[in-house]
């Protein structure tokens, strides 16, 4: 009597083989050293848990399932969550994550949204041909700044969070000062060492480039490896591991990872949960351009839940 390879053992299908004990035997290792096995030695449908991240990140920390050519998810289809089935409905999940889930979600920015600071700025909505912003002017004087806050509810940074925006920090990289992030200081405001993540432009910091910058509560430092022209719009992603790393990338550019100075816990001002903004250091008007942003963290500490 025949059987498939990964059948059952039975007083007939009962002499073990390689192909029926390696179906069986579930693979255990870091990335490297499942992807180090040879394809002819695995079976189809073979499972393997990833301890760590190969290098690379092809395989990532979680289950994978041999396909014969490659290893992959063994999750079947999405989840649609249309109900209590297939994971609950976007409902569900909101009412859990109101809970504890700090979330801003800005596709388009306009300047009521924010609440503003500094000495001689100005702010406007703008449609400029195709494109749509809302913009910060400086003023003509030397050390006006104009800054958007976004906050009321503060951030824990003892848990994950992200930001996204499209932004222009400055008009010009010359005799500005600009700045960007979760709980980052104003534009004009001589740095400080409270929690915070994001990136900044200085034009006698780090010469035209963005800085990564990060502050755990004790030190602020940054990251001056970005070649990214502080001047130039673009689209900008930043995550915060507490305690791990603080990372940036700008559109398709290099990924720049921090792992110093990273907040591990700790709590954002009222004021500057989300903040950006610019400052001139000459006689002439620096700009801010803001297309939008969203962001997504945990709430402050003390935050009242109910089973629901």
Same mark, same amino acid.
């Given at each position: 009597?025949?059987?498939?390879?990964?059948d059952?053992?039975? #007083?007939?299908?009962?002499?073990a083989?390689?192909?029926?004990?390696? &179906?069986?035997t579930?693979?255990? $290792? +870091?990335?490297?050293?499942?992807?180090?096995?040879?394809?002819?030695?695995?079976?189809?449908?073979?499972?393997a848990?990833?301890?760590?991240?190969?290098? /690379?990140?092809a395989?990532?920390?979680?289950?994978?399932r041999?396909?014969?050519?490659?290893?992959?998810?063994?999750q079947?289809?999405?989840?649609?969550?249309?109900?209590?089935?297939?994971?609950g409905t976007?409902?569900?999940?909101?009412?859990q994550?109101?809970?504890?889930?700090?979330?801003?979600?800005?596709?388009?920015?306009t300047?009521?949204?924010?609440?503003?600071?500094g000495t001689?700025?100005?702010?406007?909505?703008?449609?400029s041909?195709?494109?749509?912003?809302?913009?910060?002017?400086? /003023?003509?004087?030397?050390?006006?700044?104009?800054?958007?806050h976004?906050?009321g509810?503060a951030t824990?940074?003892?848990?994950?969070?992200?930001?996204?925006?499209?932004?222009?920090?400055?008009?010009?990289?010359?005799?500005?000062?600009?700045?960007?992030g979760?709980?980052m200081?104003?534009a004009?405001?001589?740095?400080?060492?409270?929690?915070k993540?994001g990136?900044?432009?200085?034009?006698?910091?780090?010469s035209?480039?963005?800085?990564?910058?990060?502050a755990?509560? +004790?030190?602020? #430092?940054k990251?001056?490896?970005?070649?990214?022209?502080?001047?130039t719009?673009g689209?900008?992603?930043?995550s915060?591991?507490?305690?791990?790393?603080?990372k940036?990338?700008?559109e398709?550019?290099?990924?720049?990872?921090?792992t110093?100075?990273?907040?591990?816990? $700790?709590?954002?001002?009222?004021?500057?949960?989300?903040?950006c903004?610019?400052?001139t250091?000459?006689? +002439?008007?620096?700009?801010?351009q &803001?297309?939008?942003?969203e962001?997504?963290?945990m709430?402050?500490?003390?935050?009242p839940t &109910?089973l629901?």
């Amino acid at each position: 009597m025949s059987s498939f390879s990964g059948d059952l053992w039975s #007083s007939i299908n009962r002499i073990a083989s390689q192909a029926k004990m390696n &179906l069986k035997t579930n693979l255990v $290792g +870091t990335g490297d050293q499942i992807l180090a096995k040879s394809a002819g030695s695995l079976q189809v449908g073979q499972l393997a848990s990833v301890t760590t991240a190969s290098t /690379g990140g092809a395989l990532q920390p979680g289950i994978v399932r041999w396909s014969g050519t490659a290893w992959v998810s063994p999750q079947g289809g999405i989840h649609t969550h249309t109900s209590s089935a297939d994971g609950g409905t976007f409902q569900d999940l909101l009412l859990q994550a109101i809970q504890n889930v700090w979330y801003a979600n800005i596709p388009g920015a306009t300047k009521e949204m924010f609440a503003t600071s500094g000495t001689g700025g100005t702010y406007s909505n703008v449609i400029s041909g195709t494109l749509k912003y809302t913009q910060i002017d400086t /003023g003509g004087t030397t050390s006006n700044a104009g800054n958007f806050h976004y906050g009321g509810i503060a951030t824990d940074f003892a848990g994950k969070s992200a930001f996204t925006t499209r932004i222009q920090l400055a008009s010009t990289t010359t005799s500005s000062q600009a700045r960007c992030g979760m709980n980052m200081e104003t534009a004009q405001a001589v740095t400080d060492n409270k929690v915070k993540y994001g990136f900044e432009g200085c034009a006698t910091c780090n010469s035209s480039s963005t800085s990564i910058v990060s502050a755990d509560g +004790t030190t602020r #430092s940054k990251n001056t490896t970005s070649a990214d022209n502080y001047s130039t719009v673009g689209n900008f992603i930043m995550s915060h591991d507490p305690g791990i790393n603080v990372k940036y990338r700008k559109e398709a550019g290099t990924i720049i990872t921090k792992t110093t100075n990273v907040p591990t816990t $700790g709590t954002s001002d009222r004021s500057n949960t989300w903040i950006c903004g610019v400052q001139t250091t000459t006689g +002439t008007t620096r700009t801010l351009q &803001l297309y939008g942003f969203e962001a997504v963290a945990m709430k402050e500490s003390v935050w009242p839940t &109910l089973l629901l």
